[in-house]
């Protein structure tokens, strides 16, 4: 598998006219090599030529892994701590005569201590981005990316079934959100969760981004959980919006208007409508309803081995939809210092239309 993307990867190389990338401890080294390694003070660059065999800079204690768990051949340059990491970047950058060839990095990723490494040791004055050939490769997921994302949602799914009898009123936000993570280990998740939990309640809840606060949980709250859980590398990023014992008319008009568009958003996602297209369907919705400039953020964005990833489902993206690609819908109202809703699934694109990883359900639930 990780052969076949080593491949892709050396003929999007030729396409996007680059001679070589460079990647970090990270999503994208995982995928081209199937290896975890942590991001550290000790860096781990895996450097892909469009023509020969990779070459890797690792600290020593990574040797063994590197060497016996790749698919394929390559080139690996070892330093010690006491060395430090120049010399091996040095014999990498001689290996592949890095100073004559174009260079891509991973913009977003790439720490400066990386960059500057790469810099010393080949003069080169500044190096292209290769963000768009490694997004172009991951967008559209595999079978088996996509059954490590179906193990996702049901751990997640699992885990809220579990943690939902234990939430009362009374508890905080805190406790609540530290029960979640528990039931999320427990369902089978990978220890290293794609993100903290929100546990929101009340005026927190019109946070589309809140962190996890001591305030008790109250009746007439509603009460949103944005969670997650990943599986074989691959994650889950659910959002569902509870009734803490009964809630106002105007909560629950709220709540079925985002009900509606979380449905008009996923019957949107079709192969060949635009990522637009998608927050277009949703947004409609809501807007009608009266609520559109409480729609506060993008209807969702793309997902896989990162949490947030390719395509971005915001209103200006034209990417066009293919079969395998995976993102979320996610739309919300949010009502300043009342309470807001939000109900996110996760969603691949097939052949003829679009799938929903996530079953949960999606009418309000009242808790308490």
């Not at 550290?40 to 450097?47: I, M």
């Not at 729609?295 to 939809?321: A, C, I, K, W, Y």
Request: net charge negative; charged share 25%; proline share 5%.
């Amino acid at each position: 598998m990780t052969i076949a993307r080593l491949h892709k990867l050396q003929a999007a190389l030729a396409d996007a006219r680059l001679d070589c990338v460079a990647a970090i401890a990270g999503p994208n080294l995982f995928y081209l090599t199937g290896l975890s390694f942590h991001l550290s003070e000790r860096p781990t660059v895996g450097f892909f030529p469009r023509d020969g065999d990779p070459v890797f800079v690792v600290g020593r204690l990574e040797e063994s892994k590197i060497r016996e768990g790749l698919p394929y051949p390559a080139r690996v340059f070892t330093y010690t701590d006491d060395e430090g990491p120049g010399g091996a970047f040095g014999q990498a950058a001689a290996a592949l005569k890095l100073g004559r060839l174009r260079l891509g990095v991973e913009a977003r990723r790439m720490r400066v201590m990386e960059l500057r490494l790469i810099e010393e040791v080949t003069g080169l004055p500044d190096v292209d981005e290769a963000d768009p050939v490694f997004a172009r490769l991951r967008m559209a997921k595999d079978a088996d990316e996509i059954a490590a994302m179906r193990a996702a949602v049901a751990i997640a799914e699992q885990a809220l079934a579990a943690t939902l009898p234990a939430i009362r009123l009374g508890m905080t936000e805190r406790e609540a959100a530290a029960e979640l993570i528990t039931q999320t280990l427990r369902a089978g998740s990978d220890a290293e969760l794609p993100f903290a939990p929100i546990v929101a309640s009340g005026p927190n809840s019109a946070l589309p981004h809140a962190f996890v606060t001591d305030r008790r949980l109250q009746a007439g709250d509603l009460l949103t959980l944005d969670w997650g859980a990943s599986k074989s590398g691959y994650v889950a990023d659910l959002t569902r919006t509870f009734a803490l014992g009964e809630i106002d008319d105007e909560l629950k008009r709220i709540y079925t208007l985002v009900q509606d568009a979380n449905a008009a958003g996923i019957a949107a996602a079709q192969p060949g409508a635009a990522a637009a297209d998608v927050d277009a369907a949703a947004r409609r919705v809501i807007a009608a309803g009266g609520y559109g400039e409480y729609f506060v953020h993008r209807v969702g964005h793309g997902l896989g081995l990162e949490g947030h990833e390719d395509p971005s489902m915001h209103g200006q993206n034209q990417t066009r939809l293919e079969a395998g690609m995976t993102f979320t819908v996610e739309p919300g109202i949010y009502l300043p210092g009342r309470g807001g809703v939000r109900i996110e699934d996760d969603v691949v694109v097939t052949a003829d239309g679009a799938e929903s990883l996530s079953a949960y359900p999606r009418e309000l639930q009242v808790l308490g």
